[in-house]
């Protein structure tokens, strides 16, 4: 009967010990599975804050882009007003005159080519070819080409709408000096 006793015995402190080893896993086990949620609910935050943080950066990229947009715009339009004056002045100076208009207007139909609908309607890109086809330009049709041609530079920049911008404003300074001429022969 000891050892009976003694095999109980053994067997309930090794049932003990083993039940008391598996509360411990039990509770480490737990321990690590709130770790693991705390990870997981640390990881969800990160990716919403990062979320939250690229449509900030994608607000600020855009913020930028615009701010160099306009400053760029700025630049052009007043580059474009620099050689309005410029040659307009050479010719109301008489140091360019009807000669460099028309070597100007030889390289104006890659214009046409290059304009399509955008930015300009059917009826100005049909003004624009009846304007480049005349010998001689009026104030109001050469201050409208400019104006076509501000457009177009805006629009595409390309070499072809400057030398369209140097022809215009060329044919706004010759037509201003010719009414001026009228002008003056009138009241004489």
């Known amino acids: 009967m000891d050892v009976v006793y003694y095999v109980v015995g053994f067997s ?21 599975e709130n770790r693991f949620r705390d990870v997981d609910s640390r990881f969800e935050r990160l990716e919403r804050e990062m979320r ?18 306009r400053r ?7 580059f474009a007003g620099y050689r309005e004056f410029f040659v307009e ?17 030889g390289e104006l139909w890659r214009v046409v080519k290059l304009v399509g609908a955008n930015p300009l309607t059917r009826e100005e890109v049909e003004r624009l070819k009846a304007l480049i086809e ?5 104030y109001d049709e050469a201050v409208w080409l400019r104006d076509v041609a501000r457009r177009l530079i805006l629009e595409y920049g390309t070499p072809e709408t400057w030398k369209l911008h140097i022809y215009a404003s ?14 003056h022969r009138d009241s004489s």
């Open 12 to 32: 309930l402190t090794i049932i003990g010990l083993l039940g008391g080893a598996l509360y411990w896993l039990g509770a480490k086990f737990k321990e690590i």
């Open 52 to 69: 939250l943080g690229f449509e900030d950066v994608s607000k600020r990229d855009a913020d930028l882009k615009g701010y160099i947009d």
């Open 72 to 78: 760029l715009d700025r630049l052009l339009h007043g």
């Open 89 to 105: 002045f050479l010719a109301a100076e008489g140091v360019i005159d009807k000669r460099s208009a028309d070597l100007a207007r």
């Open 134 to 138: 005349k010998e001689e330009l009026t």
């Open 170 to 183: 060329i044919w706004v300074a010759l037509a201003r000096r010719k009414e001026e001429e009228k002008g």
